[in-house]
């Protein structure tokens, strides 16, 4: 099966300046995450989806982030303005409702000057 | 909130021989998952193996094995006959069995360099 797919691999954008994120799950699979990687740091969640509704998004900056998963399918991450501390490799999974497994994609590795 | 420790930032092994890596995790939950993830360079997060809590058996694929320590909330990673290719960095990860969350909560991370 196709994997995440993730786009684009990487950014660089100056601080205050807006950055999208592109993110295709595995087909049929109804769970989403976005995680974000600072350097030296494991993964953090910032949101998770379950089709179209957001299950937890309690560490989402939402006076910059902002994400949506139009039709339970694809997924777009968004910061607007980016700072400096956003700088990271940020990684969208998937994995179906009810197992525990998920498929990570390749990240996106963003540098904010 | 559940915490992930890794105390091991780097780690070092001679191809062929047996490594551990370590990990530590504070819950107050009795039933959940644990994981082992791999990151190489390509940063994607490669799932090595898993571990449900309710089960006394540790879990083993091929040359990796884990020393699951439920009382002791640790959590280790044996890889055997270590090649090359392992060389990466791991992540030791917690994830609730309720619910309809299932976000994982990762550990800093082991960076594994394999010396032939």
């Known amino acids: 099966e196709a994997g995440v797919a993730q786009s684009p691999r990487y950014k660089i954008i100056e601080k205050r300046q807006s950055v999208a994120f592109w993110c295709n799950p595995i087909?049929?699979?109804?769970?989403l995450y976005w995680y974000q990687q600072i350097l030296g740091q494991g993964p953090k969640l910032l949101i998770q989806?379950?089709?179209?509704?957001?299950?937890?998004d309690s560490q989402l900056p939402k006076d910059r982030f902002s994400a949506e998963r139009l039709k339970g399918v694809d997924s777009t991450l968004k910061i607007q303005p980016a700072k400096l501390e956003d700088s990271a490799v940020y990684l969208c999974?998937?994995?179906?409702?009810?197992?525990?497994?998920?498929?990570f994609g390749s990240g996106t590795r963003l540098t904010v000057v | 909130a559940q915490t992930v420790t890794q105390s091991q930032p780097e780690m070092s092994v001679q191809e062929a021989e047996t490594v551990t890596l370590s990990c530590t995790y504070d819950t107050s939950e009795s039933d959940y998952y644990l994981f082992w993830y791999k990151q190489p360079p390509s940063r994607q997060m490669i799932l090595v193996i898993r571990q449900e809590a309710y089960k006394q058996q540790n879990a083993t694929e091929n040359r990796f094995s884990v020393n699951f320590q439920k009382a002791a909330k640790s959590f280790s990673l044996k890889i055997s006959d270590s090649q090359l290719g392992d060389a990466a960095m791991y992540f030791c990860?917690?994830?609730?069995?309720?619910?309809?969350?299932?976000?994982?909560?990762f550990g800093k991370g082991t960076l594994l360099t394999v010396n032939p």
């Open positions: 087909s049929g699979h109804a769970t």
């Open positions: 990860a917690y994830r609730s069995s309720g619910g309809s969350n299932y976000k994982l909560t």
């Open positions: 999974a998937s994995s179906p409702a009810v197992d525990y497994g998920y498929t």
């Open positions: 989806f379950q089709n179209n509704g957001v299950v937890d």
